[in-house]
């Protein structure tokens, strides 16, 4: 099995970036292979072109999101990694999926049309905020969060929505067993979901 791990945040030592890498062990320990994508490490553009509009006359996707498309063809999973800033993931994912996951790849045969290209994939998300889980959840902003960036997300691209993890109260100074069970919780995840350990 194949994951592309989708990371999107600014500071490589990060609650977020310790969850990528949780997960990251925990899949291949599994053997499994997984596909690093470090959205900022990789200065990654997330303004999508004019051309790469589906409906314009010139429609063709940058080399960029071609180099990402060709890494990501055969993944079985794409796990993605991201804080809540203004409680909503940051622009750098957005773009991302806008651009790589946009027609010809995820979905619209031919780059035409809206069928769905990556069925039999799997998608999960690991999610992040200052703001305690049971506001977050209260305010209705999960479920808006799961309906846009993993339900309808996953449907358009023919792909099946499997989890969404979030922890909420991560602020500077955060205990670290709190850290530590969160990790480990993450490899339990993997584990649940994608089989046991070989």
Same mark, same amino acid.
Not at 50 to 56: G, H, W
Not at 97 to 105: I, P, Q
């Given at each position: 099995?194949?994951?592309?791990?989708?990371?999107?945040?600014?500071?490589?030592?990060?609650?977020?970036?310790?969850?990528?890498?949780?997960?990251?062990?925990?899949?291949?320990?599994?053997?499994?292979?997984?596909?690093?994508?470090?959205?900022?490490?990789?200065?990654?553009?997330?303004?999508?072109?004019?051309?790469?509009?589906?409906?314009?006359?010139?429609?063709?996707?940058?080399?960029?999101?071609?180099?990402?498309?060709?890494? #990501? %063809?055969?993944?079985?999973? *794409?796990?993605?990694? &991201?804080?809540?800033?203004?409680?909503?993931?940051?622009?750098? /994912? @957005? +773009?991302? #999926? %806008?651009?790589?996951?946009? *027609?010809?790849?995820? &979905?619209?045969?031919?780059?035409?049309?809206?069928?769905?290209? /990556? @069925? +039999?994939?799997?998608?999960?998300?690991?999610?992040?905020?200052?703001?305690?889980?049971?506001?977050?959840?209260?305010?209705?902003?999960?479920?808006?969060?799961?309906?846009?960036?993993?339900?309808?997300?996953?449907?358009?691209?023919?792909?099946?929505?499997?989890?969404?993890?979030?922890?909420?109260?991560?602020?500077?100074?955060?205990?670290?067993?709190?850290?530590?069970?969160?990790?480990?919780?993450?490899?339990?995840?993997?584990?649940?979901?994608?089989?046991?350990?070989?």
């Amino acid at each position: 099995m194949k994951h592309a791990v989708i990371f999107a945040h600014p500071n490589q030592k990060s609650f977020t970036a310790s969850v990528a890498a949780a997960y990251t062990q925990a899949a291949e320990a599994l053997g499994h292979d997984v596909v690093p994508r470090d959205l900022y490490r990789m200065h990654f553009d997330p303004r999508l072109q004019a051309d790469e509009l589906f409906f314009s006359d010139t429609f063709r996707p940058g080399p960029d999101v071609m180099v990402e498309r060709k890494l #990501l %063809e055969d993944a079985d999973v *794409y796990a993605l990694f &991201y804080p809540l800033w203004l409680n909503t993931p940051p622009a750098i /994912l @957005k +773009g991302y #999926l %806008e651009r790589v996951f946009g *027609y010809g790849f995820a &979905y619209g045969k031919n780059g035409r049309d809206a069928e769905p290209l /990556l @069925k +039999g994939r799997k998608l999960i998300t690991f999610s992040s905020s200052g703001a305690p889980f049971y506001w977050v959840k209260e305010i209705g902003n999960f479920e808006a969060i799961k309906t846009l960036f993993d339900s309808h997300f996953a449907a358009v691209c023919g792909m099946e929505f499997i989890d969404h993890i979030h922890a909420g109260r991560i602020v500077p100074g955060i205990r670290e067993d709190f850290v530590e069970n969160w990790l480990n919780d993450v490899g339990n995840t993997v584990t649940r979901h994608f089989g046991s350990p070989k």
